[in-house]
């Protein structure tokens, strides 16, 4: 006897891949024509599919009904979306990228991010490498971007994705061996600075470039001795680098460094001589490996993102978070580029510099960094139980840190094509005016047959897609 099976797995598989099948038949539509990014559309999307809407899907039900079950799922999702984009991110850029611009690197990661952990905070001191790649690629990037600008804003936020640790743990270190007295530890300021430097840039950022630099080195070495035997067919060289980008994670979350930054110091160092770049580059299987992930992650924070707690008072008032937001938009990042611009040879004017100063969203590498921070504070406990200042922390950062990331996806989400639509929008006006003042009589579709093949230029394909 046949009967309906409701269960999680199949509502899971349908939703998900109806909405990516769905997406994939407008997806031309929406990224080409209209300029939205497949994170507003996958964002809002979830909301539709979340408990609050359809329960379609369910993360309390699959977390076996625990809260810190989800945050966990959430920790481990971004971790993988992000360890697998930084590989890629290391591996599109051209030949000895970091070693031919560093020093607008070194600007863009130290001075920069000193600005902006200095003006908001750690967990949205990082601009996103998923949200980015979703702006600077494309038609509108290819039109409006330089290619060298292009390379500078993929390598920018590879790189500080796995550098967010220091500015993260000091804080977290501080917190730890000096709040509520040192109740519960010992050492003070002291132990927080040792455990700092010993832990955070000795083990999570020295150790993992280190590591990195060898993953990449001796993946680049075999693949390159097993191409010129024979050994490899096409399949497995062109999976070769997503394969090598979960093995990078893999490993350093078994030592416990920093695998974000590892990802993209073996990505980059893997394709140093730029062999692999060229020989995959017009190879579609990393990008349709990526879309599915990028789809399925922001689905997943429109479905789990606390929307409820954006309005309750008792946390951090709504006209606070707005208030908030809105200045984080406009000074989190904007001073710091304009002030150094100069010293940056691929950004070449100001207005340049007002492009890359605003688009420089948050995304999954705050959420990643915001359940690393959460699942630290969650070990700051006396007696068996959290302590206070943690665990006001903990609540007042969840809420900050989500209100921020969906600001920053539909603010940055709807700015290129509004953008579009304000400066077509005064031209479309004044052609109706015009069109109104000098009426012309109507044409009929006899007299357009009548009308000579000469009179009527036909547009071409181009033209057509612009029109």
Not at 165 to 176: M, N, S, T, V, W
Not at 198 to 215: H, M, P, Q, R
Not at 236 to 244: E, T
Not at 377 to 383: A, E, Y
Request: hydrophobic share 45%.
């Amino acid at each position: 006897m046949t009967t309906i099976s409701l269960v999680n797995f199949n509502t899971v598989c349908a939703t998900l891949g109806g909405f990516i099948s769905l997406f994939g038949l407008l997806s031309f539509l929406c990224k080409e024509k209209f300029y939205l990014s497949k994170a507003l559309i996958s964002l809002l999307a979830g909301v539709v599919f979340s408990p609050n809407v359809a329960n379609f899907i369910r993360p309390t039900e699959y977390a076996l009904g625990s809260s810190q079950n989800v945050k966990i799922i959430t920790l481990y999702f971004t971790r993988l979306v992000l360890g697998v984009q930084l590989f890629l991110a290391g591996v599109q850029l051209p030949k000895r990228y970091l070693q031919v611009e560093w020093k607008s690197l070194a600007l863009l990661l130290g001075r920069g991010m000193t600005v902006m952990w200095n003006f908001v905070a750690a967990c949205i001191t990082r601009t996103d490498t998923v949200l980015s790649n979703s702006i600077f690629k494309g038609k509108f990037a290819e039109r409006h971007v330089p290619r060298d600008l292009q390379s500078m804003i993929i390598a920018e936020p590879g790189a500080n994705d796995g550098l967010g640790y220091p500015f993260l743990f000091l804080a977290i270190y501080l917190l730890k061996y000096t709040g509520m007295g040192g109740a519960g530890t010992s050492g003070g300021v002291g132990k927080a600075v040792g455990m700092w430097f010993y832990e955070t840039w000795c083990y999570d950022i020295l150790l993992s470039i280190l590591f990195g630099v060898v993953v990449g080195w001796l993946s680049r070495t075999l693949l390159h001795w097993a191409e010129e035997n024979g050994y490899v067919d096409r399949e497995s060289f062109f999976v070769f680098a997503i394969s090598l980008g979960l093995f990078t994670l893999g490993t350093c979350g078994l030592i416990g460094t920093d695998d974000l930054l590892a990802c993209f110091v073996a990505g980059n160092v893997f394709t140093q001589d730029d062999w692999f770049r060229l020989e995959t580059m017009d190879d579609s299987l990393q990008p349709t490996i990526d879309m599915p992930l990028n789809l399925s992650i922001f689905l997943w924070f429109g479905a789990v993102c606390p929307w409820s707690s954006f309005t309750d008072d008792s946390v951090i008032p709504l006209y606070r978070l707005l208030f908030l937001s809105i200045l984080i938009l406009l000074v989190r990042r904007m001073p710091a580029i304009l002030a150094m611009h100069r010293s940056i040879h691929q950004i070449e004017n100001l207005n340049q510099a007002a492009f890359v100063g605003f688009f420089g969203p948050t995304g999954v590498g705050a959420i990643f960094y915001l359940s690393v921070c959460q699942e630290s504070l969650s070990k700051f406990t006396v007696d068996g139980e959290v302590r206070a200042d943690a665990q006001r922390l903990s609540e007042a950062v969840d809420v900050i840190v989500w209100f921020l990331v969906v600001c920053s996806i539909v603010v940055h989400g709807l700015s290129i094509p509004l953008g579009k639509a304000g400066c077509h929008l005064p031209r479309t006006i004044s052609n109706a005016f015009s069109n109104s003042s000098t009426q012309e009589p109507a044409v009929t579709p006899a007299d357009l047959l009548q009308q000579p093949r000469s009179t009527a230029t036909p547009l071409s394909h181009s033209e057509q897609f612009n029109a």
